[in-house]
């Protein structure tokens, strides 16, 4: 069994996924993730608006690359932290 | 990799107990296994910082799909033209702020302008500053209109003191036939109206009451 199974099988089961997934949500909508990606997505979409050729597969190979390196390094040391403290506590807990 | 059978077989679950133990299925395996699976996975930091790591980029190629997809909406929709909005060519002029002297922001002069406010009482046209206290006497309330309020007070002492009382008061409308507004214009009429009542109520006699009515 890999481990992205065992994680996603153990996060879904205790609920810490929705949790974690908050979290990181709140904070990208902080430090303005959200919005530059929003922006990213519109610029492309207008670069090749005229045809109604992209499709949102087409967009997600293009953009997502871009959307995690826009990241800023300070949210994601402190989110992959967080994750960890989660994850390792849960070990604690039990 | 093949999941590690769940060595705590007897764990009573709805799932293990469908099916049967000897085939666990590794698709599908009970709680226990996952939990015990996880342990293992984190007793290692190398493996737990994968882990983390893992967690961190599905969650957030979950967060762009959920960006993606708004956007998609919003374009299938035409609502995104709808949040460029429109350039507008004349808000500069319409919107513009003033800064005249003697003008406030919309062009409009702040020179006082005279505000006159019509008595509701009397219909006259009062000045606003002098409203309140014309009111005040127009409608007879106050120390300054104590003409009117001391000859109202006088009149109802004076009938209150007959044991009939509202006949009286009745009389003198009858008498002079009108309303009390007519009696504020008039106070010598009014005088005399009263001594007629006082008369009548000195002859004492219910028959002179009968006789007014």
Known sequence: MTVSNVVDQYTVLTGDRSKIKDLLCNRLIECGWRDEVRLLCRNILLEKGGNNSITVEQLITEVTPKARTLVPDAVKMDLLMKIRTILAENDADI | MAANPNPLGSVPLASSAQMPPATQNPAFPTAAAIVNNFRELIKDPKTLDDA??????????????????????????????????????????????????????????????????????????????????????????????????????????????????????????????????????????????????????????????????
């Open chain 2, 52 to 213: 983390a790591n893992y967690l961190y980029q599905t969650l957030l190629d979950d967060a762009v799909a959920g960006i993606f997809i708004e956007t998609h909406h919003l374009r299938k929709t035409g609502n995104l033209s709808a949040l460029d909005g429109v350039v507008e060519d004349n808000a500069e002029s319409t919107y513009r702020i003033c800064e005249m002297p003697n003008l406030d922001i919309f062009g409009i002069s702040t020179a006082k302008k005279p505000m006159d406010c019509t008595c509701p009482n009397c219909d006259r046209l009062v000045a606003a500053a002098r409203f309140a206290p014309h009111l005040e006497k127009c409608m007879g309330m106050g120390r300054i209109s104590s003409r009117i309020a001391s000859r109202r007070l006088a009149t109802k002492e004076g009938t209150s003191a007959s044991s009939s009382s509202s006949s009286t008061y009745l009389q003198s409308g009858g008498n002079t036939g009108g309303t009390d507004d007519e009696d504020d214009v008039d106070w010598s009429s009014d005088k005399r109206k009263k001594k007629s009542t006082q008369n009548s109520r000195n002859n004492g006699s219910k028959k002179n009451n009968g006789k007014t009515f």
